[in-house]
T-cell receptor, first 116, second 112 residues
């Protein structure tokens, strides 16, 4: 049973500070990792993808991957109230129970609140 | 305007009815997916299709059926065999499989 674990929160961060979101995964063979942002009642929106160990930066967002520790994180710098949402970590693993490796396995998400 | 569309946005089903959720994409993506999201839960994979006329079961396929007759379309039928169908249903697509997936706006299904 492949699992993706996230702290459900809520994680409360002051406006302008750095928000740090963490995710661990169980499938050691996983190769592709994604962060999605989901506002209440809406569908997930892709924020970042990362495939190699290390950091990947895109604007205020930095994704970090450590395959040895099976750990993925997302840092949001200069947090804004509009960043308040649920952040979903997702992993493409090495095969689903129904066969194939194509679907994403999602964590339950971390609810982030940016306090003005 | 490229993207993924899902209809209807809200759907109400009576006990024992089959209902079909529509998913259309004009991104020229080969792969399409259906997920289900329950409150406080992550998304779970129902079915996916890597190419036209082919599809595979995901983790929770029981009580659901799909077809992929056209590249642009991947409808999901929720049958009466699905005992707890009330959920938020999300369709996604990717250029190929496996690859980065993009989501449609979702259909919220409620059983009356």
């Amino acid at each position: 049973q492949k699992e993706v674990e996230q702290n459900s929160g809520p994680l409360s961060v002051p406006e302008g500070a750095i928000a740090s979101l963490n995710c661990t995964y169980s499938d050691r063979g996983s190769q592709s990792f994604f962060w999605y942002r989901q506002y209440s009642g809406k569908s997930p929106e892709l924020i970042m993808s990362i495939y190699s160990n290390g950091d990947k930066e895109d604007g205020r967002f930095t994704a970090q991957l450590n395959k040895a520790s099976q750990y993925v994180s997302l840092l949001i710098r200069d947090s804004q109230p509009s960043d308040s949402a649920t952040y979903l970590c997702a992993v493409i693993g090495t095969g689903h129970s129904g066969g194939g490796a194509d679907g994403l396995t999602f964590g339950k998400g971390t609810h982030l609140i940016i306090q003005p | 305007d490229g993207g993924i569309t899902q209809s209807p946005k809200y759907l109400f089903r009576k006990e024992g009815q089959n209902v079909t959720l529509s998913c259309e994409q004009n991104l020229n993506h080969d792969a399409m997916y259906w997920y289900r999201q329950d409150p406080g839960q992550g998304l779970r994979l129902i079915y996916y299709s890597q190419i036209v006329n082919d599809f595979q079961k995901g983790d929770i396929a029981e009580g659901y059926s799909v077809s992929r007759e056209k590249k642009e379309s991947f409808p999901l039928t929720v049958t009466s065999a699905q005992k707890n169908p009330t959920a938020f249903y999300l369709c996604a697509s990717s250029i190929a499989s496996p690859d980065t997936q993009y989501f449609g706006p979702g259909t919220r299904l409620t059983v009356l």
